[in-house]
């Protein structure tokens, strides 16, 4: 009974190891941050713009997350889909 016990801790103790490493190695905002950083350009849909995260106006329009370079244009892509058929 107490070898079972052992074991029962062994085998518990061997899978907080494996989930401490496996979640060590990926941290999920450490990952999230780095591919920002790398390339997080967005297309403006109204005038073309190319502008980063940080700097976007983002808009949550049909449920879809657009980026705009200013309000303005964001007002006017909001104009064009309450003009959509
Ligand atoms: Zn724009």
Not at 32 to 37: E, G, K, L, P, Y
Not at 64 to 76: D, G, P, V
Request: net charge neutral; glycine share 8%.
């Amino acid at each position: 009974m107490i070898r079972m016990l052992m074991w029962l801790l062994l085998i518990y103790i061997g899978y907080r190891v494996v989930i401490a490493l496996t979640t060590g190695k990926k941290p999920a905002a450490g990952n999230r941050d780095a591919a920002s950083d790398a390339a997080a350009t967005y297309q403006d849909p109204v005038c073309g713009m190319y502008v980063s995260e940080e700097d976007a106006v983002i808009g949550k329009l049909e449920g879809q997350r657009h980026y705009f370079c200013s309000m303005a244009c964001l007002e006017k892509f909001r104009e064009q889909l309450d003009h959509k058929p």
